[in-house]
């Protein structure tokens, strides 16, 4: 035989034994529970919603009895993004009666859409070593978006363990969205408002920064939370002075949120009335409602 093809058949004997071996040689084992994987269990619900089944409860217990085995692979299937192919084929599958894409779709797109809320069914605890990793992954530039913002939610829904690093993607100026999101998810997920107290000064410090968009969202996240009036509600009552219009409309919502602890701020949103729209003027009225309802019939009360 002539060395070519001794050569070639030597090549073509180690890509055989290598796609035997890559088929067929033992992986990583993926946690099991009563028998079926976490990847199965994850699907089965699927776990995807606040409002859950009985199978989803179910699955949610499965995914709790894993434990810290899980976070490799919720961390690895998080990272999935839909090409833009497989977009395509959906549109066209779910036409069809039945076939919609978690019933035809591929396992990666049911597991990246499910593990967010795998770390969910953990618990803060149980996840808390995975916050290095998930705050990797979310300021990680060259990993897909969704993946970038999978991350950002479960650190939200971590409470107080994932709260610094949504608080250091708001204080080191990252982009607009970035920021805007992380402040977002800290005044909209229930979970994150058990240990919200340390966001409190930095969303006061963003209720004058340069970027509207940044100041009209820490108003918001901060009328969301309804936390330490003592300090957010002279801040907001601030803001009602501040140029941009959105942070003014903001600012109102958020006081009206916190009704009647927000009485200190009953002189600033009079003053603010003072030349403005009447839009609002109304909206001040509608805020003056909840804050201090005989402001409107009796005139400014003695006190403010």
Known sequence: MKRGKRVALILAVCVVVGIVVAVFWPGEKEP????????????EGPITADQHSAAQEKAMDAVRHMGTNALPYLLRWMRYERPPWRNRLYAFLIRFPN???????????????????????????????????????????KAPPIAQARAAWVLANLGSNGLPALLAVITNQASTAKRVEAISLIGGT????LGQGPAVPVLIDCL????????????????????????????????????????????????????????SAVPALLEAQAGASNEFRIRIEEALGYIAPEVLTNGVVKGF
């Open 32 to 43: 099991e529970y009563q028998g079926k994987k976490l990847s199965e269990w994850l699907a």
């Open 99 to 141: 076939k919609g894409p978690l019933t035809v779709a591929g396992r990666p797109d049911v597991l990246a859409t499910c593990a967010p809320y795998g770390f969910k069914s953990l618990g803060a605890e149980a996840a808390a070593p995975a916050v290095p990793d998930l705050e990797r992954l979310m300021n990680d530039r």
């Open 190 to 193: 229930p979970a994150c408002r």
């Open 208 to 263: 004058n920064d340069n970027d509207v968009y940044v100041a009209q969202g820490a108003a918001r996240a901060l009328g969301e939370m309804r936390m330490e009036p003592d300090l957010v509600v002279p801040a907001l009552a601030n803001c009602l002075k501040d140029p941009r219009a959105d942070v003014r409309e903001w600012a109102v919502r958020a006081l009206e949120r916190y009704q009647e602890r927000a009485r």
